[in-house]
Structures are given as structure tokens and as C-alpha cells.
Nanobody, 121 residues
Framework: QVQLVESGGGLVQAGGSLRLSCASSGSMFDINAIGWYRQAPGKQRELVAS???????SYADSAKGRFTISRDNAKNTVYLQMNSLKPEDTAVYYC???????????????GSQGTQVTVSS
């Protein structure tokens, strides 16, 4: 079973940028789609962005125009570039292996530890 490990989180001021990485223990070619979720304390988990094996991305409204998801299959890594960060982006970010049903991303994989992103005002 493929395992995903996130990195790149940290503390940043509002307006700053971070790039999160999601490294796979196996080949990315074996994963149909990758999704980045986030969960802030007391809030529901939110799908932020996803990308299919062809590199086609999808974004939540909260991420459009600020976040960019990309995948490098040769490096078995998916990235989430986050710009113009806001305090409300503060959360633990998780990457997941999944698939699409039509245009809707889904996953049953929430086994990773995630990476903390904290945006100060």
C-alpha cells in the first residue's frame, strides 16, 4: 500500500507563501488522483485542491487564485504552492490518494500525519 508523507508546513505571516510537498513511497503513476485536505481546530475537514494523473487540477473556492497544485510523477511528489496566505488558512494539511467520480474527488485515505500551517496576522 502506498504511503504519503507531507512536509513543508510552518509559520508564516499573512501575505506570505509556503510550498507543501506530498511524497509517495511508491510510484505516483499508480495513484489516480491526489487531494490536499485541511482541518482547522473545531472545523470540518475541507478539500482544498486535487489533481488527476493527467495533471488536471481542481480547487476549492477558498484556494482559487492563491493555491497551485502540481505533480511530478518522476519524483513521486505532489506539491501545493500556497501564496497570499491568510490567517484562516491555518490548519493541518493532509495529502490523500484517491480518485474521481465524475468531477468529484473522493478518498478513503486519511492515514497520514499531515503538516501544520500557521498564518499569523
Amino acid at each position: 500500500q502506498v504511503q504519503l508523507v507531507e512536509s513543508g508546513g510552518g509559520l508564516v505571516q499573512a501575505g506570505g507563501s509556503l510550498r507543501l510537498s506530498c511524497a509517495s513511497s511508491g510510484s505516483m503513476f499508480d495513484i489516480n488522483a491526489i487531494g490536499w485536505y485541511r482541518q482547522a481546530p473545531g472545523k470540518q475537514r475541507e478539500l482544498v485542491a486535487s489533481i488527476n494523473n493527467d495533471g488536471h487540477p481542481s480547487y476549492a473556492d477558498s484556494a482559487k487564485g492563491r493555491f497551485t497544485i502540481s505533480r511530478d510523477n518522476a519524483k513521486n511528489t505532489v506539491y501545493l504552492q500556497m501564496n497570499s496566505l491568510k490567517p484562516e488558512d491555518t490548519a493541518v494539511y493532509y495529502c490523500t490518494a484517491g480518485d474521481y467520480s465524475g468531477s468529484r474527488y473522493y478518498t478513503e485515505d486519511f492515514g497520514s500525519q499531515g503538516t501544520q500551517v500557521t498564518v499569523s496576522s
